[in-house]
């Protein structure tokens, strides 16, 4: 792998110099050149204006200097995501697979007592850049510094829950990085022979499956499907190595600015961390008949969803809508009320482990993907379930 | 305002099946349609034209047929439409999509707002918008579901981007890149007069050459990921129906499911 400077090209504008984290370009009678300490990062590359510089990699050389596994650990109001946890039980099996150690790289301000949470749920380094700027996200400031901790310390797989977070920011740090993302993915694991990570993932709505891979790219990126990787053990007696990165003295400036977070307090529709989802269709008849589903949903734990058809209804809000339109969700106990099955649903839902359907027209859609068929009115059943529930089965 | 929209004509997922033989994608039958979420970013466009004036240019990189969408959208009131097309842009992942977009952004000029949709429901990657604004160097928010102030001659914008325990208010500075979601209003009804233009309007065609792109940057050339394996997703185990009256159904429901430790209630 080498780093040329075409000579035609450069215009010793000194971006390069700039760019660089290791100080390893000088610009010397009118033209930028390379100093043995080039770790050939690329930041350079994608900052010079004029495309003067290029690296070449040979595929065989692409996979050397880069080793481990990093799982980015989201936080949203100094609370680590469930999906983090996840994330560090699977990079711990890749990690283990492949020799190497598990990084977790947290953002936010004020977070120093969360890394060791990290530690125990199996990460060996902590990436800990604690700063006000980080406390909330922005694309740039978390995209701009997860792209230069890349480059400093090089790891070989970066993962990140697919949130809304990491889906806005992770394409940023891999297309700065110039490397392959591939999006939600459900399954990972390590081919042997070549140590490639072959990334799983639905696509067409769910209707085919693809494995990918990143052969001659690095680091592999992909975001993961909350709910779907196995959280391991909690060891408070894991010890590993936090190490505290900066983000002040960095060339990183956010141009958006976050203004205001709005929590949807009315309910619970973090649809994407939750175990159990209760959803609606037009089968519920009316808005107020959503008070059934969220009694039944408060006392299994679970939160509301809804189809399109009740979400235009103006039944309930859009953030609980599920399906093409609206969320992908896998729970591990999805019970749909009054939903016909309409593809555009089912592509959204049809993952989730298990599938209840309840709905009174024996051929609705529905029941094809249905674990439990339920044929039946709503009415009767729900209510029957919440009386259950509620006195533990007497 | 200069607007410039980002449309994918994808097949109509409710058709798309594996063949199981040959494991690769069933096409006869299968309809073209524009990806639905795009239809919302031509929407966003379409009323800030309205409000700011300007034009509104639609973009999509597919094979000669994709035409087809662009027409389509010309008939709801975009202006002008692009269509990049050549062999080597075939087998395009997310990073070489966006480096072939980024290209025609170029040779459209000075962009004001890019409009994507949250995601194509072919692929389903959400990775492009992003991918593409920091190829243009832009600052970008995805997800946007309103747009609640937008400041063309100040350069900027405030826009609520929905997240996954509500929504969040984000002020951006202009040129910039959003992707939006369905709440971001439904699309209007094509117009008589867009239906005359879409026949008429002569659309350019640049392929890799007239962009300028490098060969091994688009494609499957430039594509740095690769697909190993296709295949159909696992079928679902045995239906078990649960009949009887309703009290039954619903006891004999919650039993199964704490048999199948998916809840933890005890059910006798
Ligand atoms: C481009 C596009 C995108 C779309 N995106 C989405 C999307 O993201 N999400 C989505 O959900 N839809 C989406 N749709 C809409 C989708 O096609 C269906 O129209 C919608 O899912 C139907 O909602 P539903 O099941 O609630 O209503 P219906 O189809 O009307 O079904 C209601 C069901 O309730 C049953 N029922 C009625 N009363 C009772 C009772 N008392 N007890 C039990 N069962 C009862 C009925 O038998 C019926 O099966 C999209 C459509 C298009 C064209
Ligand atoms: N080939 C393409 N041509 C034009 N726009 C595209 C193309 N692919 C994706 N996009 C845009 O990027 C968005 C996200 O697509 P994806 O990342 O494929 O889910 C889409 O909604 C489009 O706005």
């Known amino acids: 792998m080498s780093l040329r400077i075409d000579s035609e090209l450069c215009t010793a504008c000194e971006a390069c110099v700039e760019a660089c984290p290791f100080g390893a370009i000088e610009v010397v009678d009118g033209l930028a050149c390379v100093k043995d300490n080039c770790t050939l990062c690329g930041a350079c590359e994608d900052a010079c204006p004029a495309g003067a510089i290029s690296i070449d990699k040979k595929e065989e050389e692409v996979q050397a200097g880069f080793s481990g596994v990093w799982v980015f650990a989201e936080q949203r109001k100094g609370r680590i995501a469930e999906v983090a946890f996840e994330l560090l039980g699977e990079g711990r099996r890749l990690a283990d697979k492949l020799g190497v150690s598990l990084g977790a790289v947290l953002f936010g301000s004020g977070l120093a007592d969360k890394a060791g949470e990290l530690i125990a749920y199996g990460a060996d380094k902590v990436y800990l850049a604690d700063d006000p700027a980080l406390e909330n996200f922005t694309d740039d400031l978390y995209g701009g510094l997860l792209t230069e901790l890349v480059r400093e310390y090089k790891p070989e797989i970066v993962l990140c829950g697919a949130t809304s977070l990491g889906r806005s920011f992770f394409p940023k740090v891999a297309s700065a990085l110039n490397t392959g993302l591939t999006a939600d993915c459900t399954g990972l694991d390590i081919r042997m022979e070549d140590r490639l990570l072959l990334q799983t993932r639905p696509a067409f709505g769910g209707n085919i499956m693809a494995t990918i891979q990143c052969p001659a790219h690095r680091p592999q990126m992909a975001t993961v499907r909350p709910k779907v990787m196995r959280k391991g053990p909690c060891d408070d007696n894991r010890t590993g190595e936090i190490i505290e990165v900066e983000l002040a003295g960095r060339a990183i400036t956010a141009r958006t600015k976050l203004l205001e977070i709005i929590e949807d307090l009315s309910e619970k529709v973090n649809l994407a961390e939750a175990d159990i989802i209760v959803a609606g269709g037009r089968g519920i008849g009316e808005a107020r008949n959503f008070a059934l589903l969220r009694e039944l949903a408060d006392l299994l734990g679970g939160a509301l969803g809804a189809t399109r058809g009740a979400v235009d209804n103006e039944w309930i809000s859009y953030p609980h809508q599920i399906g093409q339109t609206g969320k992908t969700v896998s729970p591990k106990l999805y019970i749909a009320c009054g939903i016909s099955g309409a593809v555009q649903h089912l592509v959204g839902m049809q993952s989730s482990d298990v599938i209840v359907a309840i709905n009174n027209d024996p051929k609705a859609p529905i029941f094809d993907v249905a674990h439990y068929a339920l044929v039946g009115d709503l009415f009767e059943i729900v209510p029957a379930m919440i009386a259950v529930l509620k006195d533990g089965g007497k | ?268």
């Open chain 2, 1 to 268: 305002m200069n607007i410039v929209v980002c449309i994918k004509q994808v097949p109509d997922t409710r058709n798309v099946r594996l063949d199981p033989e040959t494991n690769t994608l069933k096409r006869e039958g299968v309809e073209s349609i524009v990806n639905p979420f795009d239809m919302y970013a031509v929407e966003t466009a379409l009323r800030l034209k309205d409000e700011f004036g300007g034009t509104v240019t639609a973009l999509t990189m597919g094979p000669p047929q994709a035409e087809a969408a662009l027409r389509q959208v010309v008939e709801y009131g975009v202006d002008e439409a692009v269509l990049l097309s050549d062999r080597a842009f075939a087998g395009a992942d997310t990073w070489a999509t966006s480096y072939t977009l980024a290209k025609g952004i170029e040779k459209i000029g000075q962009v004001d707002l890019i409009v994507c949709g949250k995601q194509a429901v072919d692929g389903d990657t959400a990775q492009v918008g992003p991918e593409l604004a920091e190829q243009l160097g832009l600052p970008f928010v995805c997800f946007v579901r309103r747009l609640a102030e937008v400041d063309p001659s100040g350069g900027r914008m405030v826009v609520e981007r929905l997240m996954d325990d509500g929504y969040d208010v984000v002020e951006a500075s202009l040129p910039a890149l959003i992707t939006v979601v369905k709440e971001i209003g439904e699309p209007r009804v094509p117009s008589l007069r867009g239906k005359m233009k879409a026949k008429k309007l002569t659309i350019p065609v640049y392929g890799a050459a007239d962009l300028n792109a490098a060969p091994d940057c688009v494609g499957l050339a430039g594509s740095p990921t690769q697909v190993v394996e296709v295949f159909a997703p696992q079928p679902r185990g045995d239906r078990v129906n649960i009949d009887g009256a309703p009290g039954e159904q619903a006891r004999q429901l919650l039993a199964a499911l704490a048999r199948d430790k998916v809840l933890t209630v005890k059910v006798d």
